[in-house]
């Protein structure tokens, strides 16, 4: 019996895998048959002549035999609905041989990889001007000549539209990348308002390119009035009161930003500039989740406002697009404040004792535009006045107390404007402006650089000191505690506002 049962396991495991075999007879048929036709065409394709083609509109139309019907109720594109693949025809210039002997090679462009503008945000900047904000690529301004004519469509289709050229600012000095920020002045001079009946209308930028080769115009509506959207009243009075005192525009924030850090800063200039004053951030990346929960209690009284512009990273312009986004920051808000503050976050504005910043900007108001001298802080050698346990405690701008005394031929300042007679504004300061620049307020207003501290997520103090005087990495350092000094005031000043939430802040 035993020998009959092994002998009868080889035969049934022939049936099985016959009767399996036969189940999927018709697959492998299908696949073989595929296999097949496949080293076929493997084959023949070396040997059928380089003249025979095949086009796109002939696949589309095999492929659309085999196309499913589509429900009326439903919204699809059919593959026949595609429009036909076409090429700009480019002129191409071929090699030559100049009468000196010299080859002269040619270069032949094809496609586009930039865009011609990128529009941000546009503005109205009184009854008949507007400022429009965005990018455009670096080289076609370098080597280019793009123009700008701006175009009013009245809502109404009685009015006539009105178009006048766009005046062009390029903000950024040349530090422009792949793109570089724009500001367009748009300004009708030959008629009294713009929208004058408050009907509504569309603001059209027209963007020629000015290249040589292709001289391509971009038609890019960039604002829309509703009717009776307008308060004309805005532009025409000078003795309506601003909402604000002083405005902060922040540039790009990006990076792995210190949650404790961007607390100290901002509960020191909320302290600093008063209640009559608003901060605008801009998101590039910087205002994760736990920097944002110190932001977070501000934002809901009101004194801090965020943008998120991380879409910008798309477009790949000098840190962050930050030109781009300031000039956005000034038109936004330029009615707004009677002046705006540029400088960053790791940047401490200070008046000198027996002063307010009330007293300062008041003896600066014969000036558009007065930059700030910048006093260099270490940000990593701290002072251990206290003991070294104590120090740990402290605020980052408590222990970190050292200044940097080394003679430089300059160093970067900061600035603030009266916003209404500004066109357009850097990073530094603001080069299209209508008054005077003040360059020497010293004496009156100064700043304090702790340089990288914001990005650091750790224990900022390498190394600890009790001296009046220090070398450091071979840089020489005096211990100045004009901000340290104001430390209790400014810890008073969070926990009076927004109590303890901020208690447990990390590094």
């Known amino acids: 019996m035993v020998i009959r049962e092994k002998e009868q396991i080889p035969t049934k495991e022939k049936k099985l895998l016959v009767g399996v075999i036969w189940n999927f007879s ?4 299908l696949i073989f048959m595929a296999f097949i036709v496949l080293c076929t065409l493997a084959t023949l394709l070396p040997l059928i002549p380089s003249s025979f083609s095949l086009s796109a509109s002939d696949f589309r139309f095999c492929i659309s035999r085999f196309s499913p019907a589509v429900p009326d ?14 090429t700009e025809k480019t002129t191409v210039e071929l090699d030559r041989v100049l009468d000196n002997g010299v080859i002269k090679r040619s270069f032949t462009g094809y496609g586009s990889a930039a865009y011609n503008f990128v529009s941000m945000s546009a503005y109205r900047g009184g009854v008949n001007t507007f400022a429009v904000i965005g990018l455009s690529s670096k080289p076609l301004h370098v080597y280019g000549q793009p123009s700008y004519r701006c175009e009013w469509v009245p809502l109404d289709p009685t009015q006539d539209p009105i178009s006048t050229d766009g005046f062009k600012i390029l903000t950024d000095w040349g530090y422009g990348r792949i793109y570089t920020t724009v500001v367009v002045n748009c300004t009708f001079p030959s ?13 059209i930028l027209h963007a020629t390119t000015g290249d040589p080769d292709r001289n391509l115009t971009d038609s890019i509506p960039v604002l829309t009035e509703p009717p009776n959207s307008v308060d004309f009243e805005l532009y025409n009075s000078t003795s309506r009161p601003k909402k604000y005192d002083y405005l902060y525009c922040g540039s790009s924030l990006y990076g792995n930003l210190s949650p404790q850090r961007v607390r100290e800063w901002i509960a020191y200039h909320l302290r600093f500039f008063g209640e009559r004053s608003h901060f605008v951030l801009h998101d590039a990346g910087g205002i994760h989740e736990e920097v944002f929960e110190v932001l977070r209690p501000w934002i809901e009284l009101g004194r801090v406002t965020v943008h998120d512009i991380r879409e910008q990273e798309r477009f790949d312009g000098y840190y962050h697009n ?32 027996k002063n307010t910043i009330s007293s300062v900007m008041e003896s600066l108001e014969e000036y558009s535009q007065f ?11 701290c002072y251990s006045g206290d003991g070294p346990a104590r120090t740990y405690r402290k605020w980052g ?8 005394v080394k003679k430089v031929p300059r160093r970067d300042r900061k600035y603030a404007v009266q916003p209404s007679n500004v066109f357009a504004t850097g990073v530094h300061m603001s080069q299209n402006l209508q008054g005077k620049t003040y360059h020497k307020a010293e004496s009156k207003i100064r700043y304090f650089h702790y340089h990288g501290s ?19 990495e071979n840089n020489p350092y005096v211990l100045d505690t004009t901000i340290r000094d104001v430390g209790l005031a400014v810890k008073t000043f969070e926990m009076r506002k927004i109590g303890d939430r901020l208690l447990r802040t990390r590094q």
């Open 26 to 29: 018709a697959e492998l048929k």
């Open 73 to 86: 109720n439903t919204t699809s594109t059919s593959v026949e609905e595609l429009p036909e693949i076409t």
């Open 191 to 203: 008629v009294a308002a713009v929208n004058p009946e408050n009907s509504g209308g569309n603001l």
């Open 322 to 353: 930050q030109f781009m986004v300031v000039n956005d920051c000034l038109h936004r808000y330029r009615f707004m404040s009677k002046w705006m503050f540029f400088f960053d976050v790791d940047e401490f504005i200070y008046v000198p004792p």
């Open 371 to 381: 930059t700030i001298e910048q006093m260099p802080m270490s940000s990593k050698i």
């Open 397 to 404: 701008f408590e222990k970190l107390a050292y200044r940097d």
């Open 454 to 472: 914001i990005s650091q997520r750790r224990e900022p103090c390498r190394q600890l000191f009790n001296d009046s005087q220090v070398v450091f």
